[in-house]
C-alpha cells in the first residue's frame, strides 16, 4: 500500500469553477501537510502547508485536513487558466511523501 | 534573493555510464534534499543532507550516493547507470528547524538514459 494515494486525473474545468483535488494516506504519524503545483517542465512550487486538522485559506486557494479519515483537500475558487498545472500533495512523515499528482486543465 | 538552482538542465548519458547532477541551496537554508521524479509520477525521495552527511535515504540502491559542501551546496553521483534511472531529478532545500518542512524545489535536471 503506498503511503499517499493522488488521483492522477486528468481533471478539466471550465474558468471560474471551483476545484476540489484530493489524497488519501494511511500512515496517521504524518503531521504536515503541504500542496504544491507543478507547471510542465518545471520544479515543484510550495502552495500552502499546513498542521493540523482544519481549513486553512490563502487567497484563492483552501487547505483542508482531515486527520481521523486521513483525507486531506485542496479547494480552488475562481478557477483561472493560469492555474493549469499538475497538483501534488505531500506529507512529512519521517521523509517527505509526495502523491502521483493530479493534473488540472482550466479552459477559457 | 537566489532560489534553488540546479546544473546542468539536461543531460543524455548511456547505459553503464556515471553521472554528476549539482544543486546550490536557496539562500539561508542548510539542508538539501534530493528527488527523483519519473514521468506522470511525483517525486520519490532519494536523499537528504544536513552538515554534510546523510541523514535520511530512501529505497534507492548505493548506486545513488551523494556529497555536500560546506557552502550546503550539494551533489548526486549515480554510477552504473540504467535505462530506468531516466528522470527529472530535483533538488529541494530546506532550513533546519522550524522551517524544515517548507521545502524549495529546483528546476530540475533531466537526465535521459540511452
Known amino acids: 500500500q503506498k503511503e499517499v494515494e493522488q488521483d492522477p486525473g486528468p481533471l478539466s474545468v471550465p474558468e471560474g469553477a471551483i476545484v476540489s483535488l484530493n489524497c488519501t494516506y494511511s500512515n496517521s504519524a504524518f503531521q504536515y501537510f503541504m500542496w504544491y503545483r507543478q507547471y510542465s517542465r518545471k520544479g515543484p512550487e510550495l502552495l500552502m502547508y499546513?498542521?493540523?486538522?482544519g481549513n486553512k485559506e490563502d487567497g484563492r486557494f483552501t487547505a483542508q485536513v482531515d486527520k481521523s479519515s486521513k483525507y486531506i483537500s485542496l479547494f480552488i475558487r475562481d478557477s483561472q487558466p493560469s492555474d493549469s498545472a499538475t497538483y501534488l500533495c505531500?506529507?512529512?512523515?519521517?521523509?517527505?511523501?509526495f502523491g502521483t499528482g493530479t493534473s488540472l486543465t482550466v479552459i477559457p | 534573493d537566489a532560489g534553488v538552482t540546479q546544473s546542468p538542465t539536461h543531460l543524455i548519458k548511456t547505459r553503464g555510464q556515471q553521472v554528476t547532477l549539482r544543486c546550490s541551496p536557496k539562500s539561508g537554508h542548510d539542508t538539501v534534499s534530493w528527488y527523483q521524479q519519473a514521468l506522470g509520477q511525483g517525486p520519490q525521495f532519494i536523499f537528504q543532507y544536513y552538515e554534510e552527511e546523510e541523514r535520511q535515504r530512501g529505497n534507492f540502491p548505493d548506486r545513488f550516493s551523494g556529497h555536500q559542501f560546506p557552502n550546503y551546496s550539494s551533489e548526486l553521483n549515480v554510477n552504473a547507470l540504467l535505462l530506468g534511472d531516466s528522470a527529472l531529478y530535483l533538488c529541494?532545500?530546506?532550513?533546519?528547524?522550524?522551517?524544515?518542512?517548507?521545502?524549495?524545489f529546483g528546476p530540475g535536471t533531466r537526465l535521459t538514459v540511452t
Open positions: 529541494a532545500s530546506s532550513l533546519e528547524g522550524t522551517g524544515s518542512y517548507e521545502q524549495y
Open positions: 499546513t498542521y493540523s486538522s
Open positions: 505531500a506529507l512529512l512523515g519521517n521523509q517527505f511523501y
